[in-house]
């Protein structure tokens, strides 16, 4: 007979909106792998503070893998091919990260997503990020694969308005979200981290999100 289960996940608690997957835990499998791959790109493209539009800067420290990375600067938030503190193009997309997030949208759905971008947000204790949606892709019908390791987080998934009460998803190092649909633009952000340490990465979140951006306008960068 069927066991219910005695000490249901979490996930399983919430009921979540339409659109997205949360994947507990599947990312461990190549939780390693990740950890290598991530210093040796912080190692060519540093994470940094960026400047919002505003002047205002980041409490997230970031930087990108792939064809296409995502920045923000007195001009505004948009893609582009070269890290603008070295000129140089963002590292590659490391073959874990693709094998991951090909696993993760299937698992999800969405057997065909190729990305072309990987943001890297890091959070030391205290750091958060507000409410926003996620609109500088070119087009909305590829899903997001979130990739969370590290300090444990509480994500704050909101609806399509600003004014809807966000539902808060406690997310741990190894889970994966996947959304796309009627979730692609729904407003989301991340309550600050609360201080501890995690035993591989120590004091802080890392969180990969990885999307279909491009390709960018030809006068774009
Ligand atoms: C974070 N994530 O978890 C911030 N955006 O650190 C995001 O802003 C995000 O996780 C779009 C899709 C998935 C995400
Ligand atoms: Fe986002």
């Not at 990312?27 to 940094?48: F, N």
């Not at 800067?57 to 070295?86: E, F, Q």
């Not at 000129?87 to 874990?96: I, Q």
């Not at 090909?102 to 990305?115: D, I, K, T």
Request: aromatic letters at 8%.
């Amino acid at each position: 007979m069927f066991e219910p289960e005695l000490f249901p996940s979490a996930s399983a608690l919430l009921p979540l909106p339409p659109g997205v997957t949360w994947l507990e835990g599947f990312a461990l499998d190549w939780e390693d792998a990740l950890i290598g791959a991530l210093a040796q790109i912080i190692k060519a493209a540093p994470l940094r503070h960026m400047l919002t539009p505003g002047g205002q800067r980041m409490s997230v420290a970031m930087t990108n893998c792939g064809s296409l990375g995502w920045i923000t600067d007195r001009h505004g938030y948009r893609y582009a091919a070269l890290d603008p503190d070295s000129g140089r193009p963002w590292p590659a997309l490391p073959e874990v990260i693709r094998e991951l997030a090909a696993a993760a949208s299937l698992a999800a759905g969405y057997p065909s997503f190729e990305p072309d971008a990987c943001l890297i947000n890091c959070y030391a204790p205290g750091a958060r990020m507000s409410l926003h949606q996620d609109r500088d892709e070119r087009d909305f019908s590829a899903p997001i694969v979130s990739v969370s390791l590290g300090l444990p987080a509480t994500f704050l998934f909101g609806g399509l308005t600003r004014r809807e009460r966000p539902q808060r998803l406690p997310l741990a190092h190894g889970d994966v979200v996947v959304w796309g649909g009627p979730a692609r633009l729904a407003y989301h952000g991340v309550a600050p981290v609360a201080d501890g340490r995690h035993p591989k990465l120590g004091r802080q979140r890392i969180n990969l999100t990885l999307r279909r951006a491009g390709p960018l306008n030809l006068n774009g960068n």
